[in-house]
């Protein structure tokens, strides 16, 4: 969700114009929309999703239950992309992945790992990730242990505990049952999914970052816990 009036607002800060600043969005907001996208080599129509929103640099409206991300910019960069599927929007998905893993394609690769390590280099392009930042429980030396907090960077097991299989994303918040993950590759999309709490392996931070998350409790929401991230 987004507010047109904010939209038109920043349109307009950046030269092209809305027509009247009201809050409606009409023929002529849908033109400034597209001159502006086609000015950063984004897809010459009207939608504005998350992409556009990031481009514009205008925060999303994520919900009541959205926890304050200041001092985390990883999880300001996941967040511009949340609602991102891997079919839909399979060219914008593609052309935000940082280039250690741009070479993925979605639709075949799992790339919960490669989520995570873009959000990580918007957010400190010099920052060390893992050699092999696909496969999910590398991210369990990621940076510096901590406890599950938001922001935190999760990764738990998949099949079984001892299988080579894992799931990688961001801690943003909990109930009893299950912590809420800021993650890629959750039903094909950039999602926050529910993963049962047994099946944590590490909670990490990067390194030279003081740690400023807290544990935020959620209700269930009647939200199922996911049991396969692939």
């Not at 597209?34 to 919900?63: C, E, M, N, W």
């Not at 940082?98 to 690769?109: A, E, G, H």
């Not at 109930?175 to 800021?182: E, R």
């Not at 990490?204 to 998350?213: L, S």
Request: with cysteine.
């Amino acid at each position: 969700m987004y507010d047109v009036l904010r939209l038109q607002e920043r349109l307009a800060e950046l030269g092209f114009d809305p027509g009247p600043i009201d809050g409606a969005k009409g023929p002529r907001t849908d033109a400034a929309i597209r001159a502006f996208k086609r000015s950063v080599g984004l897809r010459d129509r009207a939608y504005v999703g998350p992409i556009t929103l990031a481009a514009l640099k205008i925060a999303q409206d994520h919900g009541p239950d959205a926890p304050e991300m200041g001092g985390m910019p990883w999880m300001d960069a996941g967040l511009a992309v949340k609602g991102l599927h891997e079919q839909r929007n399979y060219g914008a998905l593609r052309k935000w992945f940082d280039k250690s893993v741009s070479w993925i394609d979605p639709r075949d690769v799992a790339w919960c790992g490669a989520y995570v390590a873009t959000c990580h280099r918007i957010a400190e392009p010099t920052v060390r990730i893992p050699d092999n930042p696909l496969g999910a429980r590398n991210w369990g030396s990621f940076g510096k242990s901590c406890a599950p907090v938001l922001g935190a960077t999760l990764t738990f097991w998949r099949v079984s505990k001892s299988s080579w299989q894992g799931h990688v994303g961001f801690y943003w918040g909990e109930d009893d049952q299950a912590y809420h993950v800021l993650g890629g590759n959750q039903a094909n999309a950039v999602t926050v999914t529910r993963i049962a709490k047994k099946r944590l392996l590490e909670a990490r931070w990067p390194a030279g970052w003081a740690v400023t998350g807290r544990p935020v409790m959620l209700n269930r929401g009647g939200a199922p816990l996911s049991e396969n991230e692939a």
